[in-house]
Each structure stands twice: as structure tokens, then as C-alpha cells.
Nanobody, 120 residues
Framework: VQLQASGGGLVQAGGSLRLSCAAS????????MGWYRQAPGKQRELVAG???????NYADSVKGRFTISRDNVKNTAYLQMNTLKPEDTAVYYC???????????????WGPGTQVTVSS
């Protein structure tokens, strides 16, 4: 299984970016998916998560600005980031809990990370 993230880049404060995370490989079911970020010198933190049923949760710092969504047919999660702030600068990682078959337990997979830089 591979997770491939895309959509990062450099944007001015107040701008928008959309991240995508596509899962491929031996997949029976993708349960929860999420986006995490890690800024220099800081611990990795959860930004947003979404269940297979579409329930979402967000870090307080991004509520009202970021929206997570998913396409279960394409095995892809998205993170729409609006009104970006310099403090959103970080490497963003996607995560997915994947079952390889209907009897297998969840296994967590991570994407390689994509850099988001917000200039002031």
C-alpha cells in the first residue's frame, strides 16, 4: 500500500491550497483518514480526520478554515486549506487506516509528506 500526497507549495497569507492523498495497492477497506502536520522543532499534530462514514474532526487552530473530505471510490482524501496563516507552515502528512482484507486488522499507513509554506 502506498499513500501519495500532493498539492503543497508556497502561498501568501490569506491564500488557499488543496492537498490530496491517494491510496493505492492491496486495499479492501479504508477506515479513518487524516492529515497531520509537523513544523520545525515541534511535534507532529493532527490537523483533521475523517471516518469512512464522513464524520470529521479538526484541530482548534484550523476550524473554520480547513475542510477535510474523501472520495471512497478513488481512495483519496483531500484537505482544502483557506485563509492560510504563516503558522500553518509545516510538512503535512496524510494517514490512513487500511484493511487488506475483510478479516485483517486496521494497519496505519503514512504518506511521505508535502511541504506547505505560508509567507507573511
Amino acid at each position: 500500500v502506498q499513500l501519495q500526497a500532493s498539492g503543497g507549495g508556497l502561498v501568501q497569507a490569506g491564500g488557499s491550497l488543496r492537498l490530496s492523498c491517494a491510496a493505492s495497492g492491496s486495499i479492501s477497506r479504508i477506515n479513518a483518514m487524516g492529515w497531520y502536520r509537523q513544523a520545525p522543532g515541534k511535534q507532529r499534530e493532527l490537523v483533521a480526520g475523517i471516518t469512512s462514514g464522513g464524520s470529521t474532526n479538526y484541530a482548534d487552530s484550523v476550524k473554520g478554515r480547513f475542510t477535510i473530505s474523501r472520495d471512497n471510490v478513488k481512495n483519496t482524501a483531500y484537505l482544502q486549506m483557506n485563509t492560510l496563516k504563516p503558522e500553518d507552515t509545516a510538512v503535512y502528512y496524510c494517514n490512513a487506516d487500511i484493511q487488506h482484507n475483510r478479516y485483517a486488522p486496521n494497519r496505519a499507513y503514512w504518506g511521505p509528506g508535502t511541504q506547505v509554506t505560508v509567507s507573511s
